[in-house]
């Protein structure tokens, strides 16, 4: 079973930020949080990863909450191609390449 | 780099026929996973490579799997004899070596149907 909660969809306007919301009150301090969104007939693409400080890089922000329990990824100015399935995954770096995908975030970007 | 690259993108097939499934991983990774992906159960690691050589295959759903890395630039996925309950997409995803930046780049996928 996937270690991660996320609400099954969301909506937002374009061109403001979007807020998806993860829940993983079991993590274990050597985990990993990953974020991998993947829109319609396409792959699944890595997005952002963090331990426990918060992190950004040109597609998005991660911000971890001080107790580790869930976390939070932005998109500064959705467009409609951030339409997708976001997932959030937990994963230990030092264990056998398991990343269990749970069913994600669907979000839908409106103009 | 072109990304890692699947063929074929479409396959349609009739029940107990052989079908291969083809992935070339991005140059100079040394993971390769394949994954499959039904509405009913989400996306499920089948197996993966590490150095060509096969790590974990706890994920192939039976024996009608098969799958080989016969060098670090090619991998198949084999299902023979096929049924319909086989129907879905099929990724192939890669990276490179172990540690903090571990990324999986995944290919397009094939989507199988199986009559």
């Known amino acids: 079973d996937a270690k991660t909660t996320q609400p099954p969809s969301m909506d937002c306007a374009e061109g403001r930020a979007a807020n998806l919301p993860c829940n993983h009150s079991?993590?274990?301090?050597?985990?990993?949080v990953y974020w991998y969104r993947q829109i319609h007939s396409q792959g699944p693409q890595y997005i952002i990863h963090g331990l426990k400080n918060n992190e950004t890089n040109e597609m998005a922000s991660l911000i971890i909450t001080e107790d580790r329990k869930s976390s939070t990824l932005i998109l500064p100015h959705a467009t409609l191609r951030d339409t997708a399935v976001y997932y959030c995954i937990v994963r230990a770096m030092d264990s056998n390449y398991q990343l269990i995908w749970g069913a994600g975030t669907k979000l839908i970007i409106k103009p | 780099d072109a990304g890692v690259i699947q063929s074929p993108r479409h396959e349609v097939t009739e029940m107990g026929q052989e079908v291969t499934l083809r992935c070339k991983p991005i140059?100079?990774?040394?993971?390769l996973f394949w994954y499959r992906q039904t509405m009913m159960r989400g996306l499920e690691l089948l197996i993966y490579?590490?150095?060509?050589?096969?790590?974990?295959d706890s994920g192939m759903p039976e024996d009608r799997f098969s799958a080989k890395m016969p060098n670090a630039s090619f991998s198949t996925l084999k299902i023979q004899p096929s049924e319909p309950r086989d129907s879905a997409v099929y990724f192939c995803?890669?990276?490179?070596?172990?540690?903090?930046?571990?990324?999986?780049?995944f290919g397009s996928g094939t989507q199988l149907s199986v009559l």
């Open positions: 140059s100079g990774h040394d993971y």
């Open positions: 995803a890669s990276r490179r070596g172990q540690g903090r930046d571990e990324k999986l780049f």
């Open positions: 079991t993590i274990s301090g050597n985990e990993y």
């Open positions: 490579f590490n150095n060509n050589v096969p790590i974990d």
